[in-house]
DNA sequence: TAAATTAACAGTAATAATTCTCATTATTGA
DNA sequence: TCAATAATGAGAATTATTACTGTTAATTTA
């Protein structure tokens, strides 16, 4: 756990966005400004194998992270890109699932899509 | 309707899997060999955006693009990235879900995730 | 402690999916 | 027919991400 691995958790943890990497660098850049965009990313890859992190999949161009470990359901702004959390419980679990297409499952994501309040009010008619 | 669009929508239609974009670029080049990858692009676009075809923002790193306009349920392989329909539906509908997260919610993607068939058997233990 | 080893670093180059540019070709419709 | 419009092919540009290359810092061992 180097200074530049715990800046990089704190951080994340500290946010109830879901940033980029891009958007990490910037807020890690803040505590150690000559840290450089190469190990943002090594270090979230990294972070995110031990299981310390989540690295997001969510529709959109850029991977974005939650450094909330808890399952939970995403909303994301189909204007402006931004993630939130989604208060509602999937009522599929895992076990229910009849999983009579030959595939292991492992997991899923359950993801919403919409307009952020602030696009909704920005929006042209 | 241009003969590249038609040919491009009426590959996607005869195929269950859910190519990208250079896999249908492929498909298409048995056709129209003079295709262009830029032609292809553009007009998944489009076509897209006409409701014709739909855009599989499912994760990964490449887009994915579908000829069934159903609303269905994926799974992707987390070992070889392949994408199938997965026969279960959601029992949230959209109605249903309390939105009082400010957000005007426009759709959802459920997507599972797991080991192929395939990817499953070649497992090294 | 001092040398050797290891791991992570900063900076930069490479990769790959996608988008953009532009000259050319095809299509439309008065 | 023929001007106006739209789409194309080829390739360059963009951009998120990954890989590489010395360099530096930390850790281990003699
Ligand atoms: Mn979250
Ligand atoms: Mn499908
Ligand atoms: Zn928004
Ligand atoms: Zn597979």
Redesign the pocket.
């Given at each position: 756990m180097?200074?530049?691995?715990r800046v990089i958790l704190e951080e994340l943890r500290k946010v109830r966005s879901h940033p980029?990497?891009?958007e990490i660098y910037q807020m890690a850049r803040k505590h150690?400004p000559?840290?450089?965009?190469?190990?943002?990313?090594?270090?979230?890859?990294?972070l995110s194998d031990q299981g310390l992190i989540k690295k997001l999949d969510v529709s959109g161009?850029?991977?974005r992270f939650d450094g909330d470990l808890t399952e939970h359901v995403h909303i994301r702004c189909i204007v402006c890109g931004r993630v939130d959390d989604f208060p509602v419980r999937p009522a599929v679990t895992l076990p229910e699932i009849n999983n009579d297409c030959g595939y292991e499952i492992g997991g899923f994501v359950l993801e919403f899509s919409g307009q952020c309040p602030q696009c909704k009010k920005a929006e042209v008619c």
């Open positions: 180097t200074r530049q691995r980029t990497a891009d150690l000559r840290i450089s965009l190469g190990t943002v990313y090594r270090n979230l890859e990294v161009d850029r991977s």
